[in-house]
């Protein structure tokens, strides 16, 4: 089983909608939690930490089930800049490394 | 630069040649880190480095893979006797500090090889 799992997707969605993408992680030690976005044939880079409480940056939503290990991330009101794979990230172990999920592709369309 | 810099960005060898990747970080991150990301798939931890040292190398595939990092800056990938199945796209990435801070990595655009 892999450490870190999501829908691999692609979700197609329009301008405007919400959508929902989860992931599960294995290790329950895990202690941090992160979303980072690839577009097409570019370097990953950090969305947004995922904390406790859940947390909230303008149409962005995370939110974290200890209980489940299960991180989710919400997006409403959809922009075409959107469209990108969304990489769930989880720390793990004692030396500091970050545990890629397979990320899960958004297409938002007009 | 101001950012995380690799070459080359593009690496065509044949099989069973060595290939060298270089990791230029941003200046004085200490933290410096190795994934590989094949067609469609998430990345795949390679090693960690914390100023010169490797601390973690659970990730390196085989021995036919190496990493080094002098003056806790630029930091050399080495393939040995590549095979196909070592394609991917290489990423460096840096941190300030240890990834446990803020979970913030900035990556280079990425070496992408290609194994004939």
């Known amino acids: 089983r892999k450490e870190v799992e999501q829908d691999p997707g692609p979700f197609n969605v329009p301008e405007g909608a919400t959508v929902a993408f989860n992931c599960t992680y294995s290790?329950?030690?895990?202690?941090?939690f992160f979303w980072y976005r690839q577009d097409c044939r570019k370097e990953p880079k950090l969305l947004m930490s995922?904390?406790?409480s859940g947390n909230e940056d303008g149409r962005f939503t995370a939110q974290l089930n200890r209980a489940s290990q299960y991180i989710s991330l919400l997006i409403r009101d959809s922009k075409l800049s959107d469209s990108a794979t969304y990489l769930c990230?989880?720390?793990?172990?004692?030396?500091?490394?970050?545990?890629f999920g397979a990320g899960t592709r958004l297409a938002v369309h007009p | 630069g101001a950012g995380v810099s690799q070459s080359p960005s593009n690496k065509v060898t044949e099989k069973g040649k060595d290939v060298e990747l270089r990791c230029d970080p941003i200046?004085?991150?200490?933290?410096l880190y190795w994934y590989r990301q094949s067609l469609g798939q998430g990345l795949e931890f390679l090693i960690y480095f914390q100023g010169n040292s490797a601390p973690d190398k659970s990730g390196l595939p085989s021995d036919r893979f190496s990493a080094e990092r002098t003056g806790g800056s630029v930091s050399t990938l080495t393939i040995q006797r590549t095979q196909q199945e070592d394609s991917a796209v290489y990423l460096c990435?840096?941190?300030?500090?240890?990834?446990?801070?803020?979970?913030?990595?900035?990556f280079g655009e990425g070496s992408r090889l290609t194994v004939l």
């Open positions: 200046s004085g991150h200490t933290a």
């Open positions: 990435a840096s941190s300030l500090g240890p990834a446990t801070s803020t979970g913030e990595l900035f």
């Open positions: 290790n329950s030690a895990s202690q941090s």
């Open positions: 995922v904390y406790s």
């Open positions: 990230v989880v720390l793990s172990g004692g030396y500091n490394k970050l545990i």
